[in-house]
């Protein structure tokens, strides 16, 4: 048979056993928690990483799209440049011949 301090100590080592196994529990609910949103998160990364590589994509087909307008453009300009250095000299050639007729 048992004496009283012998149960004593039983019943403090069940309630400590108790109380680690709730603590356990209890660590083990946080455990999962943190889990899921340590995936919810990860999730959450890769929509915003799509969603970057995304804009990345439209940027450098813009930056494309900008380099090729502006290189129409300075075509233009120069074509424009010609045109107007062309004309003018055929008018000076023609305001010339016209002096000569007058004459």
Do not use: C, P
């Amino acid at each position: 048979m048992l004496n009283d301090t012998e149960v004593k100590r039983i019943i403090e080592a069940i309630t400590e056993y108790r109380e680690l196994v709730q603590q356990s529990s209890e660590m083990r609910d946080q455990l999962e928690s943190l889990q899921k949103r340590w995936f919810s998160l990860r999730q959450e990364r890769e929509q915003l990483r799509t969603s970057v590589d995304g804009l990345h994509m439209t940027l450098a087909q813009l930056k494309v799209d900008y380099q090729a307008v502006m290189k129409r453009m300075t075509d233009l300009y120069s074509t424009e440049d010609t045109v107007l250095d062309n004309m003018k000299f055929l008018i000076d050639e023609l305001t010339s011949v016209l002096k000569k007729h007058e004459a």
